[in-house]
């Protein structure tokens, strides 16, 4: 089994839609937009897994059954052992603070302070 997509619920979509942007340094594939033409959703492909940046209306708390509340515990990205350097240089020239860092993974936030690693694990 693989996971199809992740969806996070934002409240500044075009501000998240930008950091991811230059994160992954890749632009959204695919964009919705609700009936009245506002964008709703930003799409990002991951190989394969979609990551989904949604609106939402709300800070944490359940408006109805889809649960609009903000966020997620972490996301982590795969990277190379030997890519470590490269992306500690890019996190820095995006001027994105590391938190934590492991012998496998390499912490940051994102603008809304959702958890984010860069993880090389189990490759030591």
Known sequence: MMINHIALK????KKMAKFYT???NQDPYQ???DPEGQ????????E??????????????KIDESNQS??????????????RGKWHKKL?????EVIKETDYSIY??????NRLTLSHYPEK
């Not at 964008?39 to 991951?46: A, I, K, Y």
Request: net charge negative; proline share 2%; aromatic share 8%.
């Open 39 to 46: 964008l709703r959703s930003v799409w990002f492909d991951l």
């Open 108 to 113: 940051f936030l994102d603008p809304e302070m």
């Open 48 to 61: 394969g897994t979609i990551l989904m940046l949604e609106i939402s209306n709300k800070l944490n708390e």
């Open 31 to 33: 964009e919705q937009h």
């Open 10 to 13: 934002v409240l500044d979509l």
């Open 70 to 83: 903000l966020g997620w515990h972490l996301l982590a990205l795969s990277i190379s052992k030997h890519d």
């Open 92 to 96: 820095e020239d995006l001027n994105i």
């Open 22 to 24: 230059l994160l992954l």
